[in-house]
């Protein structure tokens, strides 16, 4: 039955609500939970100052009020209500228009002159709540900041019974609710050791919202730590507090299981790099291109971007080393002119200096832009930022992510990666160690020969596909950028001059080539014409010797008729008979 | 302050619960020995009007609203400690 309703903004009725999940709208959230907050149950959320636990807890409400049909309470017992409104203004949320219908604030901040004299607890706000929840039907319900109520009472003993005073109640209400409370530090684990840290084992689910700084760059992760009943992600998950609240990236690719695989071929915008693979890119594809500083990365990927708009594809190209118009400016020196795409729209151009900000932070602010902007082609230029701003560990995961996402969603993905030429990574060692997911990996090299230095391009993989196997210089010109073929010789690939030279000295033996077969003909047909003179005269002579010995033949046959015409009359005159005749001739 | 102020207490207390109990015992106790024929107390029960301890943000239970004199104060819990009410009250340097 959860697995059934894992869907981010499914609407749920309410009977179904109570026996099963409460979902909290928060993207990747449902899907860790599988499909939201224990119904009719206490959450336990627990984090350090600023880890977001309020907007969790509060979008958790929103997203009831909006989709589900559950009312909400939120009971504020640190900041004020005011406050809390005008602070998710900025995400969107209308709480003006769900209150107090669908979502009630309970402003419970102890006031700051307020004299204490014994011993308290809070069944008046109970008994408040009790009378709210009752007129408005509420379903779900929110305690932000316990702990600083907790703090006034004067023994663990006491904290201990308003704890469970108050999980009584929720219990006995069937209200899906969460406590919010305070860990010492950033050390999640140390509220444990406070007064009210029984409240983990109480709960029948507890989450804790981390935020911490690595290499002075914030990372915020949260964990569900136990969840009574149900199955659940284990693992930290990075989030991220976004323009729309809450992100939670889910480490596991889910979505990636249900990606599309298509056939179509896109175009790398290199007519003759397209050949190279067969054809161009598959769509959805993850195209990685490495290389060392200048050798045409960004060019590359820009003759990507301007194929892509050519073809009406609404491309984003997101690049971290320089602004819009920088890129533009570069691309055009090189014949890829993006201006007109960037202004119709359908070209997205977003510098984002690598300077502050969590990979993670990136990865969600692409995934926004590029949702908002319909990209079905995405240029990352470069990623190797990433490896920079966050630890190894972080940007892969960043990295897989970005990939599983895009192929999840059919986006073409082309993007970059910075070799750095002083350190001895090999090819096989690029950064990130995403060539691994990418499904082409186009290397870009320096070759140095002669005195120069030309661009080298190969194709190291292309899944899926027939590809060149050949190192093939890449020429950039005011024309745009080429490949040219590669001369071998020497077992090297000819370059630059090199390759000019020996183009030219190919020409020249062509034309030698050439001027040798010509003469040859010439002689040849001479030869030719002379033995059809000689063939004609030897005819001639063959026709007057025929006639010669024809007339002979004529000759010789009217004499020997001659002759036995003679016999027959001188026999006619004997009066011989012709058997005698025949006798006496054969014994002369 | 006067001495012969009024004042008009209004406790809050979650029915019968054992510590709201002992408030209405304590202020019952505090009023005859500080404030004797000078006070006026209304008990309100939150269970039996949530709506009336919602609008006045009462959600501490036993609490001691202060009408007059003025300005209003709130004391909390079972006012066991009479010096910290009768500091609250303004009442400390009478008694000393």
Redesign the interface.
């Known amino acids: 039955m959860p697995e059934s309703r894992n869907g981010l903004n499914a609407p749920c009725s309410l009977s179904e609500q109570r026996s099963t999940k409460a979902p909290t709208g928060i993207a990747g959230f449902d899907e860790i939970t599988r499909g939201g907050l224990p119904g009719g149950r206490t959450t336990l959320l627990v984090g350090g100052p600023g880890s977001g636990k309020t907007i969790l807890a509060l979008q958790f409400l929103v997203h009831g009020a909006q989709s589900c049909n559950e009312p909400g309470i939120f009971v504020a017992f640190e900041e004020t209500s005011t406050r809390i409104v005008s602070n998710a203004e900025s995400f969107g949320w209308n709480l003006a228009m769900m209150q107090p219908k669908s979502l009630f604030f309970l402003d419970a901040q102890p006031k700051s002159d307020l004299v204490q004299s014994g011993d308290f607890d809070l069944g008046g706000m109970l008994a408040a709540l009790e009378a709210q929840s009752q007129e408005m039907g509420a379903r779900r319900i929110v305690f932000d900041a316990l702990d600083v109520v907790l703090a006034l009472l004067p023994d663990p003993a006491t904290k201990r019974r308003e704890i469970y005073r108050l999980h009584d109640w929720l219990l006995a209400h069937e209200l899906t609710g969460i406590i919010t409370a305070k860990a010492g530090g950033d050390d999640a684990s140390s509220i444990i050791q406070q007064p009210f840290g029984f409240m983990q084992f109480m709960v029948d689910c507890a989450v804790i919202l981390n935020h911490s700084v690595a290499l002075g760059v914030s990372h915020r992760n949260l964990r569900v730590q136990k969840y009574r009943g149900s199955g659940f992600d284990e693992n930290e998950s990075p989030f991220l507090i976004g323009n729309a609240g809450l992100e939670v990236d889910i480490a596991h690719a889910r979505l990636r299981l249900d990606a599309k695989v298509s056939n179509e071929r896109v175009s790398s915008g290199v007519e003759r790099l397209d050949t190279m693979l067969g054809g161009g890119y598959y769509r959805g594809a993850s195209i990685l291109i490495t290389g060392f500083s200048g050798t045409a990365k960004t060019t590359l990927s820009g003759a990507f971007a301007e194929a892509a708009c050519q073809r009406g594809e609404r491309t984003l190209f997101v690049s971290f080393d320089s602004d819009c118009n920088e890129v533009i400016r570069n691309l055009a020196s090189v014949g890829i002119r993006l201006d007109h795409y960037v202004e119709d729209g359908s070209l997205l151009i977003t510098s984002a200096r690598s300077i502050a900000g969590s990979g993670e932070t990136y990865l969600v602010r692409i995934k926004t832009l590029a949702k908002e902007h319909g990209a079905r082609c995405l240029v990352i230029d470069p990623v190797s930022t990433w490896y920079k701003s966050s630890n190894d560990l972080t940007a892969q995961s960043v990295a897989d992510r970005l990939i599983d996402w895009s192929k999840g969603n059919g986006i073409t993905l082309v993007c970059t990666s910075l070799l750095d030429e002083m350190s001895n990574r090999t090819e096989s060692g690029s950064p990130l160690q995403i060539s691994t997911l990418a499904d082409t990996w186009i290397h870009l090299n320096y070759l140095m020969q002669a005195g120069e230095r030309n661009r080298g391009l190969s194709i190291v993989k292309s899944r899926g596909t027939a590809h060149s196997n050949q190192v093939r210089e890449l020429i950039l010109s005011d024309a745009g950028v080429t490949l040219t073929d590669a001369y071998t010789a020497g077992g090297e690939v000819l370059m630059g001059t090199l390759r000019w030279e020996k183009e030219r000295a190919e020409r020249v033996a062509a034309e030698a080539a050439e001027a040798t077969a010509k003469l040859k003909r010439v002689r040849l047909d001479a030869e030719e014409a002379e033995l059809e003179v000689r063939l004609k005269s030897l005819q001639t002579e063959l026709i007057a010797k025929q006639v010669e010995k024809a007339l002979l033949v004529r000759v010789t046959q009217s004499h020997e008729g001659e002759l036995s015409r003679g016999r027959t009359q001188m026999k006619e005159m004997r009066g011989a008979d012709a058997a005698t005749a025949h006798g006496e001739e054969s014994t002369p | 302050m006067n001495r012969r102020d009024l004042f008009k207490f209004q406790l809050?207390v979650?029915?019968d619960?054992p510590?709201?109990a002992?408030?209405i015992d304590?202020l019952a106790a505090f009023c005859q020995a500080h404030l004797p024929d000078q006070y006026e107390i209304e008990i309100v029960d939150?269970?039996r009007e949530?709506?009336r301890?919602?609008a006045e943000?009462?959600?501490?239970?036993?609490?001691l609203v202060v009408l007059t004199p003025p300005p209003v104060?709130?004391?909390?819990?079972?006012?066991?400690?009479a010096q910290?009410?009768l500091?609250?009250l303004g009442l400390k340097d009478l008694t000393a």
Do not use: E, W
């Open positions: 809050y979650a029915g619960a510590n709201s002992q408030a304590n939150v269970f949530p709506k301890a919602l943000g009462i959600f501490m239970t036993p609490t104060r709130r004391i909390v819990g079972t006012l066991s400690h910290t009410v500091l609250a």
